[in-house]
């Protein structure tokens, strides 16, 4: 295999797991062995290289206008549990394969070059894109409660409002990652580039019902707050399928009460999630999901938002660049959205240009040990940002 499988085979099987998945949670033993693996690559390749207060990876090469932004490539180090090789990992090992390739070239950009490998970019108790949110300045470490869960993982909210840096410097954000959904994989093409990060919209919804005896209490007497449940969760299923097909809807959670065999449920709460790049599309399916509602007579129910990250643009110049190089390369792609959250988004949240190159995820596995980019691909999405990194730095950012 080529330089890059390699190390993303070495680096991203720690936490290798008996049955071949891969556990390296954000902050864990495991998560730090690989920092310190791709920290002395940076180091090797002549990278200022440094761990940040918040247990992110950072390196810099220098160009050679002192004047001129950053170049910034960078995805996260850690794993879902029982994950998989290249969620992540592939980012930050494809950022340092650019690296290697302008040292064997001999090329000097005239822009730094940084890498960032962040920290807990999984759900955790932290919030997801903890370790890029921090380098954004977008983590309130004063809020009720939160001191308590930063020293679960050995910090303090000192450590959070030290990591922050300055993206005024940063002329470009650049992600390289797997696609993690099956669309590139069905049509045979080999490279996404990325239009955008959907929606992430969830709301915890709740049925009102009626408990009693269930051996007693006749079917056209029973207030089920399940079946009702079940009812609006089938119906909103439906509605999705109709109303976009890039709109996805999701129940993930559920809760039942009381939760007796014997007791018609008085109570059930679940999460109600949708994505989509446009708001438009979820305010419209949230309505139709609540006029639904009014007509489930089982129940009554109430609605909770509990996330509104709206959609995140990409950056429509790094989009026509990347799409360029595609082209020039003749390489087969398409523009797509990601449905998937990555650290791009606190960048993009705080002003900076972000840019996606996405290869396929074989049938469009992700978070699981079955995960698989072909080699192919890994080295076309290596082509890819590298001649991408090579057209943005004749550019003034």
Same mark, same amino acid.
């Given at each position: 295999?080529?330089?890059?499988?390699?190390?993303?085979?070495?680096?991203?099987?720690?936490?290798?797991?008996?049955?071949?998945?891969?556990?390296?949670?954000?902050?864990?033993?495991?998560?730090?062995?690989?920092?310190?693996?791709?920290?002395?690559?940076?180091?090797?390749?002549?990278?200022?290289?440094?761990?940040?207060?918040?247990?992110?990876?950072?390196?810099?090469?220098?160009?050679?206008?002192?004047?001129?932004?950053?170049?910034?490539?960078?995805?996260?180090?850690?794993?879902?549990?029982?994950?998989?090789?290249?969620?992540?990992?592939?980012?930050?090992?494809?950022?340092?394969?650019?690296?290697?390739?302008?040292?064997?070239?001999?090329?000097?950009?005239?822009?730094?070059?940084?890498?960032?490998?962040?920290?807990? @970019?999984?759900?955790?108790? *932290?919030?997801? /894109?903890? %370790?890029?949110?921090? =380098? &954004?300045?977008?983590?309130?470490?004063?809020? !009720?409660?939160?001191?308590?869960?930063?020293?679960?993982?050995?910090?303090?909210?000192?450590?959070?409002?030290?990591?922050?840096?300055?993206?005024?410097?940063?002329?470009?954000?650049?992600?390289?990652?797997?696609?993690?959904?099956?669309?590139?994989?069905?049509?045979?093409?080999?490279?996404?580039?990325?239009?955008?990060?959907?929606?992430?919209?969830?709301?915890?919804?709740?049925?009102?019902?009626?408990?009693?005896?269930?051996?007693?209490?006749?079917?056209?007497?029973?207030?089920?707050?399940?079946?009702?449940?079940?009812?609006?969760?089938?119906?909103?299923?439906?509605?999705?399928? @109709?109303?976009?097909?890039? *709109?996805?809807? /999701?129940? %993930?959670?559920?809760? =039942? &009460?009381?939760?007796?065999?014997?007791?018609? !449920?008085?109570?059930?709460?679940?999460?109600?999630?949708?994505?989509?790049?446009?708001?438009?599309?979820?305010?419209?399916?949230?309505?139709?999901?609540?006029?639904?509602?009014?007509?489930?007579?089982?129940?009554?129910?109430?609605?909770?938002?509990?996330?509104?990250?709206?959609?995140?643009?990409?950056?429509?110049?790094?989009?026509?660049?990347?799409?360029?190089?595609?082209?020039?390369?003749?390489?087969?792609?398409?523009?797509?959205?990601?449905?998937?959250?990555?650290?791009?988004?606190?960048?993009?949240?705080?002003?900076?240009?972000?840019?996606?190159?996405?290869?396929?995820?074989?049938?469009?596995?992700?978070?699981?040990?079955?995960?698989?980019?072909?080699?192919?691909?890994?080295?076309?999405?290596?082509?890819?940002?590298?001649?991408?990194?090579?057209?943005?730095?004749?550019?003034?950012?």
């Amino acid at each position: 295999m080529s330089r890059l499988n390699d190390m993303l085979q070495e680096i991203g099987g720690i936490g290798r797991n008996e049955d071949g998945s891969i556990t390296r949670l954000g902050a864990s033993e495991g998560y730090f062995q690989a920092l310190e693996q791709v920290k002395m690559r940076m180091e090797a390749l002549g990278m200022k290289a440094e761990q940040d207060p918040v247990g992110n990876l950072h390196g810099i090469l220098p160009g050679t206008d002192p004047e001129a932004k950053s170049i910034v490539l960078g995805s996260h180090l850690d794993t879902v549990i029982k994950g998989g090789v290249f969620d992540g990992m592939l980012g930050v090992t494809g950022a340092l394969e650019v690296v290697y390739r302008l040292k064997e070239q001999g090329r000097a950009l005239k822009h730094p070059l940084e890498i960032w490998g962040f920290n807990l @970019e999984e759900s955790s108790p *932290l919030g997801g /894109t903890f %370790g890029s949110r921090c =380098v &954004a300045g977008m983590v309130d470490a004063e809020a !009720p409660g939160y001191a308590e869960r930063l020293a679960k993982y050995g910090m303090k909210p000192e450590n959070v409002r030290a990591a922050k840096k300055d993206l005024d410097k940063y002329g470009c954000y650049l992600e390289y990652h797997i696609e993690q959904g099956d669309k590139l994989d069905s049509a045979g093409l080999d490279i996404g580039v990325v239009s955008g990060i959907v929606s992430v919209v969830r709301y915890e919804v709740t049925a009102h019902g009626i408990s009693n005896h269930a051996g007693t209490t006749m079917m056209p007497s029973r207030k089920d707050a399940l079946v009702g449940m079940s009812k609006l969760i089938v119906g909103a299923d439906a509605r999705a399928r @109709e109303l976009d097909d890039t *709109l996805v809807f /999701t129940v %993930g959670k559920l809760s =039942v &009460a009381p939760g007796q065999e014997n007791v018609i !449920p008085n109570e059930v709460v679940a999460t109600f999630e949708m994505r989509h790049m446009d708001k438009a599309v979820t305010d419209q399916f949230y309505a139709d999901i609540q006029a639904m509602a009014k007509e489930i007579s089982n129940c009554e129910f109430t609605f909770v938002n509990t996330v509104a990250k709206y959609s995140t643009p990409c950056d429509p110049a790094l989009i026509d660049t990347i799409d360029h190089v595609c082209t020039r390369l003749n390489i087969s792609h398409i523009i797509m959205p990601s449905g998937a959250g990555h650290d791009a988004n606190p960048m993009a949240h705080e002003g900076v240009p972000i840019g996606m190159v996405f290869v396929p995820s074989v049938k469009g596995i992700s978070h699981h040990g079955d995960e698989w980019t072909d080699p192919k691909h890994i080295d076309l999405g290596a082509d890819v940002l590298y001649e991408t990194v090579l057209a943005l730095d004749k550019t003034d950012l």
